[in-house]
């Protein structure tokens, strides 16, 4: 994926109140957990859980893995922000490598989705590609998605418009360290052309607006990872919070 277009960057955006991030606090559904008896990780977002794991058990939790070729979707114990594991997304540049995870199937209806996790970004991929974050979908579309372009190391936003188009926005201009754990969260609630994006980055608000043109009127998942092959890159994922209303 090349940068073609993009429109104004997030100061133009008018901030929310809403979803304010909080560090340590209410904690999410231990029911989605799986963390092997510690506490599951959690935040001050509405919503139900339905992934919130630190992935101490060593499974995926609630979490849907699909990987083909050469990528690799598993726990590890090489990194952990906390505790002792993580799960790891692989993928190269060989022809049907994949890997991602992705929330069960949303309940029907769902409009409002908040996602927090923590992202270690240990090999970046090929000039023109990405390592993403978050991306959330309405069926087999992918609405909104965010993530470190290996050409700079810069945060993007990228939204998909009612006409099909990519529509960018840049976050960070600075390059994003490589071998760090960084937070990410991110909140898309679909309205049509009144759809409501937030996002923040290491507890700092780099966007929000409630005035996102997008065609969906709900969600029905968020992956980890990309849903396309041979989109290069090495990640460790830890403290995923997901939740739906």
């Known amino acids: 994926m090349r940068i073609s277009k993009a429109f104004s960057a997030a100061g133009t955006a008018s901030l929310l109140a809403a979803g304010t991030l909080v560090f340590g606090s209410a904690q999410a559904s231990s029911a989605a957990g799986c963390n092997a008896g510690t506490p599951a990780p959690g935040n001050s977002y509405p919503g139900t859980a339905v992934v919130a794991s630190s992935f101490e058990s060593g499974s995926y939790c609630t979490l849907v893995r699909k990987v083909s070729g050469t990528g690799t979707a598993a726990v590890s114990s090489t990194q952990a922000r906390t505790g002792n594991r993580s ?8 022809s049907g490598s994949l890997a991602n995870f992705s929330t069960p ?8 989705v ?3 996790g ?12 990405n390592v993403p974050y978050f991306r959330f979908f309405s069926g087999s579309q992918r609405v909104a998605d965010i993530y470190r372009y290996n050409n700079n190391g810069q945060l993007w936003l ?10 960018y926005t840049k976050l960070i ?4 360290t490589m071998n760090a754990w960084h937070r990410v969260a991110m909140r898309v609630t679909s309205n049509g ?3 409501t994006i937030q996002m923040w980055f ?13 065609s969906a009127s709900t969600l029905s998942k968020v992956q980890l990872g990309a849903e396309h092959s041979r989109q290069k890159g090495d990640q460790y994922v830890d403290d995923v919070v997901i939740k739906g209303s």
């Open 202 to 214: 290491d507890g700092v608000q780099r966007y929000s607006s409630s005035a996102v043109n997008i």
């Open 105 to 112: 199937a949303l309940p029907s209806g769902t409009k409002t």
């Open 158 to 167: 990228r939204v998909t418009a009612p006409d099909g188009n990519f529509v």
């Open 118 to 129: 923590w992202f270690n970004i240990t090999t970046a991929g090929v000039p023109g590609n």
């Open 87 to 94: 799960v790891k997304l692989h993928a190269t540049t060989d």
């Open 114 to 116: 908040y996602a927090d």
């Open 193 to 195: 052309s009144n759809s």
């Open 173 to 176: 201009a600075g390059s994003i």
